[in-house]
């Protein structure tokens, strides 16, 4: 399987209902959603300082400068920072609910969470890659600030950008009732 099917919605497992959940169950549920947005803005912030720098980048080629402009450097490694910061929190983030969470609803939410668990499991594992291979792209980022350890830099952080942001949604879904159900949040 490709990689990035595993993040196409319609071959997603769907969670059933659960019968006897209430709204406040759901609304306990969606403090995962809260968590995800804190996320996202964090991601959007790494991304908006990506852009500056491909911008910093072209504006540097269009003056056909030969030496890198020290804002330019300073700006790869803003963005460097920021993307380590992101591999820590999201780590984080996936080992609590690797720990806590997901073995909870397996165990109590009958066959049909056991299949959504799974595929989020490894969709946790495919982000994991992306993550161990950002943290090691900013090392080389922060160690030789340079275009080509930006380019790839830049792409690690979006294969991770859109992975993170379509599993986030997919879990806070699909666990949206459990979550508070279980007393899981
Ligand atoms: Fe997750
Ligand atoms: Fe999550």
């Known amino acids: 399987m490709n990689v990035f099917d595993l993040f196409d919605e319609s071959q997603r497992p ?8 209430t709204e406040q169950h759901r609304s306990v549920g969606r403090r995962l959603a809260a968590i995800h947005a804190m996320h996202l803005s964090a991601l959007d912030e790494t991304k908006e300082m990506m852009e500056r720098v491909q911008q910093g980048e072209a504006a540097a080629t269009d003056l056909a400068e030969q030496v890198t402009s020290l804002e330019l450097l300073d700006n790869y490694r803003r963005f460097g920072n920021l993307c380590g910061r992101e591999c820590q929190f999201l780590d984080f983030h996936h080992t609590s609910e690797d720990n806590e969470i997901f073995p909870a609803i397996a165990q ?21 890659r992306l993550l161990e291979t950002l943290a090691m792209n900013v090392v080389d980022l922060q160690t030789e ?41």
Do not use: D, M, W
Request: glycine share 8%.
């Open 145 to 185: 600030p340079s275009s080509a350890n930006f380019v790839r830099t830049r792409s690690t952080f979006e294969a991770l950008y859109r992975a993170v942001g379509s599993h986030f949604n997919y879990e806070q879904t699909e666990l949206e009732e459990a979550i508070g159900y279980y007393g899981l949040l």
């Open 14 to 21: 769907k969670a059933p209902p659960i019968r006897g959940a």
């Open 108 to 128: 109590n939410g009958g066959e049909e969470f056991k299949r959504v668990i799974a595929r989020l499991t490894e969709e946790h594992a495919v982000i994991h």
